[in-house]
């Protein structure tokens, strides 16, 4: 089936630490990853994104690793600031004919506290 | 602005009514996407347009729902006899390219909140 999990839900961290947020997927045929935020009332965004042929990518401060193995991934933030806060949601594609289905995972909540 | 723009932003009707949403993509955006997204959700799939032709309406939920893209540029949702679980925010979707493949990032309008009382 067609399913991709987020935890936590919700996740609070103070100003500066560090922020982990893992997802796993169904289709082992999946080879794109995504990561949106979305700020209250906006769509969302793309973040950062990784392709199966890669196991991790770096951002400044943000992170993903991959495990197609064990279907995870992982969405790491560093020296989290105030402005950090917002849903995010982690993704992947499940292969069409003409095109990768993106699918999302149900979303993380993060509140970074001054 | 050259972002994908939804209107209207918030619709509120009663149940039974037609509601229309509409999506105006990123200008020479080929691919153009419909998700939903429920409270506390991530966005759930509706429909993919590739140019003018739905390649993928498998996530519309019923045959209440329906979407076109006559000119391949501008999409219209239809949503006909509306009930109360329609209430969501829409959310459009546009990318240069089919979403997955090399160039494809989805763009994200900033929806259109639907309320059926």
């Known amino acids: 089936g067609e399913n991709v999990e987020q935890h936590p839900s919700t996740l609070s961290v103070q100003e500066g630490d560090s922020a982990v947020i893992k997802c796993t997927y169904s289709?082992?045929?999946?080879?794109?990853f995504p990561w949106y935020k979305q700020e209250l009332g906006k769509g969302p965004q793309l973040i950062i994104d990784i392709r199966s042929n890669v196991g991790e990518k770096k951002d400044q401060r943000i992170a993903v690793t991959l495990n197609k193995t064990a279907k995870h991934f992982s969405l790491h933030i560093t020296e989290t600031q105030p402005e950090d806060s917002a849903v995010y949601f982690c993704?992947?594609?499940?292969?069409?004919?003409?095109?990768?289905?993106?699918?999302f995972g149900p979303g993380t909540s993060l509140s970074v506290i001054p | 602005g050259a972002g994908v723009s939804q209107t209207p932003s918030n619709k509120v009707t009663e149940k039974g009514k037609y509601v229309e949403l509409r999506c105006d993509p990123i200008s020479g955006h080929t691919a153009l996407y419909w998700y939903r997204q429920s409270l506390g959700q991530g966005p759930e799939f509706l429909i993919y347009?590739?140019?003018?032709?739905?390649?993928?309406d498998s996530g519309l939920p019923n045959d209440r729902f329906f979407a076109v893209r006559p000119e391949g540029s501008v999409s219209t949702l239809k949503i006909q006899r509306t009930e109360r679980g329609d209430s969501a925010v829409y959310l459009c979707?546009?990318?240069?390219?089919?979403?997955?493949?090399?160039?494809?990032?989805?763009?994200f309008g900033e929806g259109s909140r639907l309320t059926v009382l």
């Open positions: 347009f590739q140019g003018t032709g739905a390649a993928d």
């Open positions: 993704a992947a594609s499940i292969r069409k004919t003409s095109y990768d289905k993106v699918i």
């Open positions: 979707a546009s990318s240069p390219s089919p979403s997955g493949r090399d160039g494809g990032e989805l763009f």
């Open positions: 289709d082992s045929a999946s080879n794109y």
